[in-house]
């Protein structure tokens, strides 16, 4: 596996269900994100992740809780979600965190969530 | 705040026009910029970027320069290909993104 990986790619699930998105990066970064991406919207940034040490968290609700057990893994815990959190979760890495020059990042294709 | 602001689409062109998405921003500083690209079914791929004032990035045919009097970082290309038809993010380097531009490219 090279680059990002994300799973799974597609998921629904209740809004009573308690679910985790998986997030796997094969390049030695750094840093790690979370973004929401829903129709119609600017890319969201969630979460930030520095040497597995949060440093971000963008006003997200509760029910989304982020892991970051080591550098090259991040998950996202779901519980008690609504329909509007309905959208496609996209994980990303980086060599170093934000805010430094040229730093691009690197995305997973996403896993796209469903919530009934 | 920092912020990008990015022209609406969508954008429908033929094969082989030029392209023009317009991008400015507003940033304290000198951020890098960038321009991400995401196909259907895909996440966000980098396109090209550039670091400081008047670096011009450039890849598969497409460039931007970073105008920093304007304060804009326009990406263009002379001659699109349907295989170009995506989503179009620019960006800033502190994770901030555009709205995304959707570009549709007929034959």
């Known amino acids: 596996e090279t680059g990002v990986t994300q799973t799974p790619r597609h998921l629904v699930m209740g809004m009573t269900n308690k679910k985790s998105l998986k997030c796997e990066q094969h390049?030695?970064?750094?840093?790690m994100y979370w973004y929401k991406q829903s129709a119609k919207k600017p890319l969201e940034l969630m979460f930030v992740?520095?040497?597995?040490?949060?440093?971000e968290n963008n006003s997200v609700p509760s029910r989304f809780s982020p892991e970051c057990p080591n550098s090259s893994h991040l998950f996202l815990h779901l519980h008690t979600l609504q329909p509007e959190d309905s959208a496609l979760y996209l994980c990303?890495?980086?060599?170093?965190?934000?805010?430094?020059?040229?730093?691009?990042?690197?995305f997973g294709p996403g896993t796209r969530l469903t919530v009934t | 705040g920092d912020s990008v602001t990015q022209m609406e689409g969508p954008v429908t062109l033929s094969e082989e026009a030029f392209l023009t998405i317009n991008c400015t921003y507003t940033?304290?500083?000198?951020?890098?910029l960038f321009w991400y690209v995401q196909y259907p079914g895909e996440g966000l791929q980098l396109l090209l970027k550039a670091t400081k004032a008047d670096d011009k990035g450039s890849n598969k045919g497409f460039e931007a320069t970073y105008r920093k009097e304007t304060t804009s970082f326009h990406l263009e290309k002379g001659s699109v290909q349907v295989s170009d038809s995506a989503v179009y993010f620019c960006a800033l380097n502190d994770m901030r993104f555009g709205a995304g531009t959707r570009l549709t490219v007929k034959p």
């Open positions: 940033a304290t500083g000198y951020p890098s």
């Open positions: 390049l030695g970064h750094n840093a």
């Open positions: 992740y520095s040497l597995e040490e949060r440093v």
């Open positions: 990303a890495s980086s060599q170093r965190p934000r805010a430094s020059g040229g730093n691009e990042q690197y």
